[in-house]
């Protein structure tokens, strides 16, 4: 009750300097940057939940295929879900490159797919169908946002490792004016890369940084 009083003292005498506030427009953004990562971390661990699921069945797709989820990885995931083709018949579905590992991919498929995994894959499946879906309307909805900044999204996209997803997470989680931030260590401090070397009764207390800006 005293800290508060007495903040609101400081308050009454305009010793508290105001906190920082991103506009209406940057707040919108960071609302979609910060779903979109939900979505993708969702995706992820639905990922690896079928993965999960595939080796309980002994289908050793992933050794064989770089990319399960790829465009020849979904064919046979389905055909799997249906359980209608055999092994062969699921390897030749294959496109491209994964076609010289037929062979392979014959014994990867001799699994033991039961009705029980077949149920869980296709729900895993739908998911999945359902969350790139959620995804694509997400990023045509953040493409629109940011055309008022696209000239900051060029000079971002000039820094090596720094894509348009990357740029937009910056964008939305620092604005576009600088001036708000008082010097450049204040910056990383609200970004959260500046450490802090916290000790008391001669103990040192944790200084890990916290996980920032993720895409």
């Given amino acids: 009750m005293k800290d508060a009083e007495w903040i609101a003292e400081l308050l009454c005498h305009g010793l508290l300097r105001s906190s920082f506030v991103p506009p209406q427009p940057i707040r919108e953004l960071r609302e979609l940057t910060r779903y979109r990562r939900k979505l993708v971390e969702s995706q992820s661990a639905e990922r690896n939940r079928l993965q999960k699921l595939l080796e309980t069945a002994n289908i050793k797709l992933s050794s064989v295929a770089s990319d399960v989820f790829g465009v020849s990885g979904l064919l046979m995931l389905k055909a799997l879900a249906k359980g209608e083709a055999t092994p062969q018949a699921m390897a030749e579905l294959a496109k491209r490159k994964l076609r010289s590992k037929i062979p392979q991919l014959e014994l990867a498929l001799e699994g ?37 900044y696209t000239v900051q999204l060029a000079l971002l996209d000039e820094i090596p490792g720094v894509d348009w997803t990357l740029a937009a997470v910056i964008i939305a989680e620092l604005g576009v004016d600088m001036s708000v931030f008082q010097n450049v260590s204040q910056l990383a401090s609200w970004v959260g890369v500046c450490p802090g070397n916290n000790e008391s009764a001669g103990k040192r207390k944790s200084s890990r940084i916290p996980r920032v800006m993720c895409i």
């Avoid at 729900?123 to 909805?141: F, G, I, K, N, Y």
């Fill in 112 to 148: 033991r797919m039961e009705e029980h995994h077949r149920f869980l894959l296709q729900m895993q499946l739908d998911r999945l169908e359902a969350v790139s879906h959620d995804l694509t309307v997400l990023e045509q909805r953040l493409q629109e946002k940011l055309k008022p």
